[in-house]
């Protein structure tokens, strides 16, 4: 099995784990000294789609590249699960609180789209 893992810019290293025995994870964890720091949640889609992509990194860890790195080994793992595309929402609440998201996620690669439902703010694509 394959691992994922990065280093932030402080030097911490991170692991980007799947629960045993699950062809399709539901939620990565992401672990710091066997704490769970951060996860992406995942809603699976037929045909090699994920339909619904959150990500989430704990207050006390951001700003030290680590929703990047999560990002990147996230990504990478489900590429290697033969994902080819992957979508998500941000909320307009997400953008209360985080009003950089729509532009981090476009650096990532990611298509930044409208969407007409209340209260998300866009609909996010990135095909792998």
């Given at each position: ?76 793992l489900l590429r290697d699960h033969g994902v080819k595309l992957v979508q998500g929402y941000v909320r307009e609440g997400d953008l209360t ?32």
């Amino acid at each position: 099995m394959a691992t994922y893992s990065f280093v932030d810019n402080q030097g911490r290293r991170y692991h980007v784990t799947v629960p045993p025995g699950q062809a399709q994870p539901a939620l990565l964890s992401l672990l710091h000294n066997q704490l769970q720091v951060g996860y992406v949640e995942l809603d699976w889609g037929g045909d090699g789609v994920i339909e619904n992509f959150g990500i989430l990194v704990d207050q006390a860890y951001r700003g030290h590249e680590v929703g990047t790195g999560l990002l990147r080994e996230a990504l990478a793992l489900l590429r290697d699960h033969g994902v080819k595309l992957v979508q998500g929402y941000v909320r307009e609440g997400d953008l209360t609180l985080q009003p950089f998201l729509l532009d981090w996620y476009r650096r990532h690669g990611f298509a930044v789209l409208p969407d007409p439902r209340v209260l998300v703010a866009a609909r996010l694509e990135k095909r792998l």
